[in-house]
């Protein structure tokens, strides 16, 4: 074990990981990084056992972390949700949400997706210059959440905002004005949860926030509190990852024309295509976990009580998964790849993304024969989980 002078929030990390993930899994494996020296895990062996296993490796024990002393929040959704439970209460959580969250909510979500990838296709043909990312993948999978959910589809913007703001914030505290514009966000948010369970509780509708109202294991239903915590899990996760895979699937074909024309010949690679992105380049780069008692990983001791950084983006670089692993290649076995995760906390929604990607890609293959985007280095977000496209400029030329 070791201690490694990187900060993976630095500027030249951001601008491209890879090649240091690529020197962690050579010569530190499991080290302490910055920001807040965490015990990151960069080998692909190593961060499925740790996300395999709650036990050795909790998601309760990070739940501290997500709830600051400087939010100052009366109840903090995100510090509750299922991603930072254990077994047996995750267990009973997600065997809830998994009877609302199934393949009719799929086949009805289907259908008005496509409708809308069309329209907002028709946005992108006049020839001029626009951001893809605000003009298509956030209103298309805004839409789509917001379906989901049963929320007012025209805040879709303020959705996006609150989506950035709360993503920002970290255990430590940037400074009064951006700390109360997070609290805001929360706030504004679990104010909107409420109205969207009181009018489902008046008026159920074929959203999955009704369905979750019904529901009830053992003549428990789920609370007030748990729904806001899945609220707030589907909300974030569900869109801002599937934003950034869409957008960067578009980056890619700007600058790899060759892999747009061989999918616009060949549609029934698409799935493919989009395995390969999410190994390739997942939008979750880090999840968290924490050891509870001193645990033994990669031949070294982790102390008791540790916070550990589990790179997911570097396991799915890792060569000895996936040979030739920094080459880009639709046609390999992407199987195993940690994108959504591994074990119990599997991504809940990683059927819903799938689909969303798919629709996105299907449309803009078929109407488009390129894109072309601005020479030079895209604008990248970057937090310590989520790496996305910022903006991405473009010019569809249409087909």
């Known amino acids: 074990m070791s201690e490694v002078h990187l900060n993976l929030l630095s500027p030249e990390v951001a601008v491209d990981p890879f090649p240091f993930y690529a020197a962690l899994r050579r010569d530190s494996p499991v080290c302490r990084v910055e920001p807040g020296g965490f015990w990151a895990v960069s ?3 190593d961060a499925a056992a740790v996300v395999a296993d709650p036990v050795r490796f909790s998601s309760r024990g990070v739940a501290p972390a997500m709830d600051p002393p400087w939010l ?7 510090a509750h949700s299922m991603v930072v439970q254990d077994p047996p209460e995750h267990t009973r959580l997600r065997s809830m949400v998994n009877r609302a969250f199934g393949p009719a909510l799929l086949a009805a979500t289907e259908g008005p997706l496509r409708a809308l990838a069309e329209r907002l296709a028709d946005g992108l043909g006049g020839g001029d210059e626009v951001d893809f990312v605000s003009a298509f993948a956030t209103p298309l999978v805004a839409s789509v959440i917001g379906g989901v959910l049963g929320l007012d589809p025209t805040r879709h913007a303020q959705f996006k905002r609150w989506s950035d703001v709360l993503g920002s914030a970290g255990p430590v505290s940037q400074g009064p004005e951006h700390d109360e514009l997070v609290r805001s966000a929360y ?14 509780r008046r008026e159920p509708g074929s959203d999955l926030m009704s369905a979750l109202l019904q529901i009830r294991a053992g003549e428990q239903a789920l609370t007030d509190r748990e729904l806001h915590s899945f609220f707030h899990l589907l909300f974030i996760a569900g869109l801002e990852t599937t934003v950034h895979l869409i957008a960067k699937s578009v980056m890619r074909f700007a600058d790899h024309p060759e892999e747009m024309a061989r999918l616009r010949a060949e549609p029934a690679m698409i799935p493919r295509y989009l395995e390969e992105m999410l190994r390739y380049d997942p939008s979750v780069h880090f999840i968290f976990r924490q050891a509870p008692a001193e645990a033994t990983l990669a031949g070294g001791t982790i102390p008791a009580g540790s916070f550990i950084l589990v790179m997911l983006a570097s396991a799915n670089r890792d060569e000895a998964r996936f040979p030739k692993a920094d080459v880009f290649d639709m046609d390999r076995d992407t199987r195993g790849h940690l994108a959504f995760g591994h074990g119990p906390h599997t991504c809940l929604g990683l059927a819903l993304a799938r689909m969303e990607a798919r629709i996105a890609l299907e449309t803009l293959l078929t109407r488009f024969q390129r894109f072309e985007r601005r020479p030079g280095p895209p604008e990248w977000m970057h937090t310590i989980i989520v790496r996305g496209l910022a903006r991405l400029p473009v010019r569809a030329i249409p087909a």
């Open 187 to 200: 706030r504004e948010m679990h104010r909107h949860c409420d109205e969207v369970i009181e009018a489902r």
């Open 72 to 78: 100052q929040l009366e109840f903090n959704a995100g």
């Open 43 to 45: 080998r692909y062996e």
